[in-house]
Nanobody, 115 residues
Framework: QVQLVESGGGLVQAGGSLRLSCAAS????????MGWYRQTPGKQRTLVAG???????NYADSVKGRFTISRDNAKVTLYLQMDSLEPEDTAVYYC?????????WGQGTQVTVSS
């Protein structure tokens, strides 16, 4: 059973930074996609940023230029560097991984940005 363990969430003031991490118990070369999603109460979970096995990245328009997604294949770990945080970024952030045709989710980590 593949497991994703997230860390790095917390409370930060607007304009501040946080870095999220997601450690995966999987073989790096079997992972086709990894991404970060976020969800607020009463709303659907939406993609924040994603990265493919060949390093191609994509971002939600609302975070372009502020967030950076990266992955360490040796550690099988996904990162999300979040800079210039805004109160609108407040949400539970989830790590997602696609491997061998299946999708897995982390438990979520709360990010709260105060104004």
């Amino acid at each position: 059973q593949v497991q994703l363990v997230e860390s790095g969430g917390g409370l930060v003031q607007a304009g501040g930074s946080l870095r999220l991490s997601c450690a995966a118990s999987a073989t790096s070369n079997s992972i086709s996609f990894m991404g970060w999603y976020r969800q607020t109460p009463g709303k659907q979970r939406t993609l924040v940023a994603g990265i493919t096995s060949i390093g191609r990245t994509n971002y939600a328009d609302s975070v372009k230029g502020r967030f950076t997604i990266s992955r360490d294949n040796a550690k099988v770990t996904l990162y999300l560097q979040m800079d210039s945080l805004e109160p609108e970024d407040t949400a539970v952030y989830y790590c997602n991984m696609m491997t061998l045709g299946r999708s897995y989710w982390g438990q979520g980590t709360q990010v709260t940005v105060s104004s």
